[in-house]
């Protein structure tokens, strides 16, 4: 136990430390530091809080932390919608305090209409305008985007003008509504958006080769980013076995094009798209969308990619620059604040066994490698080997 793999995110590679230059003070000595590597804490661009007796900030707090991600990035699809100062405040009070640092979309279609002036209300805790999770109309885009301030829009592409829902029947693979809807969604969102002064857009959870191809000529227009989440780089049509995997966008023919794609950067970075619902309905038609899974996204990631550079690099420095932020902006310092991880570790995902409220998981029952074992905040281990440390 002389020396520690440590992922520096400034070289963007893993390096050796002695351990006596890093005094981690583990809550108890591991047998080998073969295979552990510490990182600085991940963070997530797309994560769902539902309250009213779902997923509250308490189980999602614990789930963040289990699964390494101290800053976590909420969408407004809350209930009710985060589209109002009154609510806003509402959510932060209800997150004051807890260990993890948790960020803020608000609705577009909303009447909050100057992120700067409430960013200065509230610490800068707001990310941007999001349209995830609410059904919406072209009119409702263009009104959204004409009395807005321009800044980032996180944006949840689909056309809901087409009747119909993903699964619904079902025989797969996705029922009712097409593919193609999402990559012309894309194309909507930012050219309209441009038409009223916005410029820098996150598109969110991309599923298909077509939106991919898109986005890529729309950079020639505005800044745009976007996100992978894991389900759609694990997952294939013929995969689907569960309501579990009931996903919007759907799980689709496109999971080596994106895998592809994140290996080429041209898919700018990881989210999970954490969804938490309570134990999914038999019936594909009665089964809300969305995958409970922030507890183990990593591990899902290192299985498909097998890179951990790619994997650290993706969970840290690229959500990161996306948000225009660094760690000290949340006031956390490395090793400070920090993710311990077994690298050897493998295990089957078990969603009854998880903290989050949401027991829906895409992933139970499959064999994943890498695991979380421990979380630093503030100087002090908080979590270790799945039990939190008052």
Not at 18 to 34: G, M, Q, R, V
Not at 115 to 142: K, P
Not at 304 to 316: A, G, R
Request: proline residues 5%; charged residues 25%.
């Amino acid at each position: 136990m002389e020396s520690l793999k440590v992922y520096n995110i400034y070289k963007g590679k893993i390096e050796d430390f002695e351990l006596k230059d890093i005094e981690l003070d583990f809550p108890e000595n591991p047998a080998t530091t073969n295979g552990l590597l510490l990182s600085p804490p991940f963070v997530d661009l797309h994560t769902h809080v539902r309250l009213n007796g779902g997923e509250d900030y308490d189980s999602l707090t614990k789930a963040a932390v289990a699964g390494g991600f101290l800053i976590v990035n909420l969408q407004p699809n809350t209930k009710p919608v985060i589209d109002s100062l009154d609510i806003l405040n509402a959510h932060i009070k209800l997150s004051k305090d807890k260990i993890v640092h948790y960020n803020y979309t608000v609705s577009l279609f909303g009447n909050v209409e100057n992120l700067d002036e409430v960013n200065n209300q509230f610490g800068g805790r707001i990310t941007g305008y999001s349209t995830d999770g609410i059904r919406y109309h072209s009119e409702d885009l263009e009104n959204g985007f004409k009395d807005k301030k321009p800044y980032l829009l996180f944006d949840h592409s689909q056309l809901h003008e087409i009747p119909g829902d993903f699964y619904i029947g079902t025989n797969l693979p996705n029922s009712v509504r097409t593919y193609s809807n999402e990559s012309i969604a894309i194309f909507r969102t930012v050219m309209t958006g441009t038409e009223f002064g916005f410029n820098k857009f996150h598109i969110q959870h991309v599923s298909t080769l077509q939106s991919i191809e898109t986005i890529t000529y729309l950079k020639k227009y505005a800044q745009i980013t976007c996100e992978v989440t894991p389900h759609h780089v694990f997952f294939t049509p013929d995969m689907i076995s569960s309501p579990n995997q009931k996903i919007n966008p759907p799980i689709s023919k496109y999971r080596d094009e994106l895998i592809k794609a994140v290996r080429s950067g041209i898919i700018d970075t990881f989210a999970t798209d954490h969804a938490p619902h309570p134990e999914k309905p038999v019936r594909y038609e009665d089964a809300p969308y969305g995958s409970s899974h922030i507890e183990v996204a990593f591990s899902v990631y290192l299985t498909i990619f097998e890179d951990i550079e790619l994997v650290l690099k993706n969970l840290t420095v690229k959500p990161l620059k996306i948000l225009g932020k660094s760690y000290a902006d949340f006031n956390m310092n490395f090793p400070s604040d920090a993710v311990l991880i077994d690298t050897k570790a493998e295990y089957i995902v078990d969603g009854n066994n998880f903290y989050s409220k949401g027991k829906n998981c895409a992933f139970n029952g499959y064999k994943v490698k890498g695991k979380v074992l421990g979380v630093r905040r503030n100087g002090r281990w908080v979590y270790w080997d799945g039990e939190f440390i008052e």
